[in-house]
């Protein structure tokens, strides 16, 4: 019997399902009703198993076992689900889920990046240490909705207005152009491959430059930093040695926080200064949704495997790999 | 005899002869004098004709029906043809063309689209009126050219100054993210397609982000529209239920305004608000050219049809398929 | 024994080596002490030749000439080893390097497109004589570091301030959209083929339309131009007879230039203006960086080729031919 790709039918599930129905998987998205259609219109799931919501994962869990499934996680299946109920999946699961508490706290995770030594954003403990513009994060804000920028205590006391019960972070507001670094370590082979980059394509905030600076006077709208979508882009050829180190200290500090520590596909948040500096302010420990951008094609991996070979794809074919070799345990967790 | 694929050198032409020759028909590009190199160069036309003004197309137009010609339309065909002439072509035509009577009209195309049950962005009837900030957008404008932006009455008449004549609609102006979602609907499966997104990259609006405040004070330069290329972009994928549901809508409100309905490609001009609404503000009842983005991958078209699917190629595959199951009919309009 | 493809590994050299290996060619990678980790992991190198310094070169020149190498120069060979040195080099060398010359001139370059016919940006020989806004650009800039806008002579003055020694020239800044057109000619088969467009992406010039007006007053800091990557996207479809002819027109324009005359892959940087001109600030001699975007897939190169046909394995594909032809001398200069 063969082992089924299992995985939630949101966030990279096309991709996930595309990829390992490439690689010879059987495959099955858990839609939540009424989401079904793409995942029927693009054919990528041998099965689909309809769930009223994310909670009654654990009800159909056995049936996913007797299939052979392993589940691959993603951003809506930890936001919806919720770390603790994950911890509690007793099927097959792609990753150490012991590194998903220190990705969900914002101190823990700029504590691990900084100890690889990358260069983080300063962080303000209270609005009355700010000394520059910062942006407010709210802790499990939804996708960039309700973050804002403030330039200094008074304003971020106008602004902060209606949340003020919410946890935030104060970070320092960077200058410069946002890249999100796309990495897949393979324990297999001790290498860590680069995946490609994106940018975010956020509602409103990259509609606003559209709009000329005399029609903002007069013209009342909030900046939001909502994800919309994203989009493609390549790196100054080079950066990409940094780029590699980077990946490479990130998933050496992760050993003492996490059981095996970090697998996978993994993404590092930056902003690129003018002088070229990364400055990674999030780390994300699972596939991101910019890697959705290389479904038929990815200018970086297919330099190494010269076919199309997207994120989705290279889990699959790790997982694959895995099998052949008889060391699935390498990369369930 | 094979059939022809014919268009007019111009907009998707590349991408539609392309495509035709992919799934084996013989392709004739319509080229104006002066015009011809890049078909040339790209090697996708068998045949190309050359007249020296769309004008002169009737006069070859039985030439086209003698070689089995099927005419595939496009905006420059649209707007340099003209909608009466369209009604008088007598040889094969893809589509239905009593729906361009409806996309020609912006208050037709809105109603069309309230009644598909999509948000629309307000309009107002008279500058009087109007109660927040607005896009002047003129009929028959040319690519966005002359469009403009005013927040209040005063800035309207300041503005319109020597456009006073031409027939224009003030338009609410949304701010999100600009996405523009490209459908395919075959009427041989009754199944829409989605086949991509775009974005519109727009001469100075999207330059203009480039200038910083200080800059622009005391910087003349009026904000324009003009359409000068496309970039690609995924969207956030929590989002394509609603897509196909709008898209579904969308073709189910059209069978009351044209002889079969909308089929074919088709796109939805949206702006995505920061509460990931799409306000839809326009309606192409024919390719678009943001489709051009994917003439050599599509990450979305790619899944389901695993090669190079672009929407080109997709018509084309479509009249193969009619012609194989002998429903032509269905698709010529 | 087989030709080697030979670069230093930086600025384009994936594709390039990538593409030499898609052409068959044994391919060699000159990378400097720390940087070899990319090259290794998307294994486009048969060999990696580790130097202290671009100087070294010199050192191993016997030992490339041997292997039977063709260099393929760029622009991190250009800025690093210098025109001077590059004239003293003894391997087969792809291209006519003596426009490089030409095109480390700012003034040579203008004089070069304005023959062409192209529309270049008005210069100012004084900031006095500044009579619109302008950027000031240094010459021997490394990618855009340092340039800056002045609307007049005052500004000029006063932003000037840090760098007042260093050669500038003082370009109009033209308000449209920036894009960037990727040529290659071919002196075999005396065609012009257009490889492709793309947008730089600029730190953080690229960045500060996230920010909004009333969030930039009081906000210091000072826009920049370095290049941090590159974006896709595609041209207007009537505006390709103009792009293939003003490509023909820079090559023809070359000839009494140098000594072959342009060939191989080249670039003009323009910004398409709201009426849709193109106005031409710069040309670059050689390959640019944003081809780095079409590595796995090409939306134009495809409609030709219908393979990916990145610049890279344009160039290798160049030189087999000439090879096959007993041509080479035509392709080294």
Not at 202 to 210: A, K, T
Not at 270 to 296: H, K, W
Request: hydrophobic share 40%; glycine share 8%; proline share 5%.
């Amino acid at each position: 019997m063969k082992y089924s790709i299992v995985t939630f039918a949101s966030h990279s599930a096309l991709q996930i399902l595309h990829g390992a129905k490439q690689e010879g998987f059987h495959t099955i998205a858990l839609t939540i009703q009424g989401t079904e259609q793409p995942y029927k219109s693009f054919k990528v799931a041998d099965e689909i198993i309809t769930i009223k919501s994310y909670a009654d994962f654990f009800a159909i869990e056995p049936e996913l076992t007797n299939k052979k499934g392993i589940l691959i996680p993603h951003a809506s299946l930890i936001a919806y689900l919720g770390i603790d109920a994950i911890k509690r999946i007793k099927m097959a699961y792609f990753g150490d889920r012991t590194i998903l508490s220190v990705e969900a706290d914002r101190d823990a995770q700029m504590a691990w990046l900084s100890e690889a030594g990358l260069h983080v954003p300063k962080t303000f403990n209270t609005p009355e240490t700010m000394d520059r513009p910062c942006i407010i994060k709210f802790h499990g804000a939804d996708g960039g909705r309700g973050y804002f920028l403030a330039k200094n205590q008074q304003e971020f006391y106008e602004k902060i207005g209606t949340n003020p019960l919410k946890k935030y972070v104060i970070q320092e507001y960077v200058v410069g152009v946002p890249i999100y670094i796309h990495y897949f370590y393979s324990p297999l082979t001790d290498e860590i491959e680069l995946m490609g980059f994106d940018r975010r394509y956020e509602s409103n905030v990259d509609g606003i430059g559209r709009i000329a600076f005399k029609d903002q006077m007069g013209f009342a709208f909030e900046t939001s930093y909502t994800v919309a979508g994203n989009t493609p882009l390549v790196l100054r050829e080079s950066l990409l040695p940094a780029v590699f180190q980077m990946g490479a200290a990130t998933v050496k500090a992760s050993r003492i926080r996490a059981n095996q520590g970090l697998y996978g596909p993994f993404c590092l948040e930056t902003m690129v200064t003018p002088d070229l500096n990364f400055c990674v302010f999030e780390i994300s420990a699972r596939i991101v949704a910019g890697t959705n951008v290389y479904v038929s094609h990815n200018p970086y991996s297919y330099l190494r495997y010269n076919e199309p070979m997207s994120t989705g794809r290279r889990i699959a074919r790790e997982i694959k790999t895995a099998i052949e070799q008889n060391q699935l345990e390498k990369i369930l967790g």
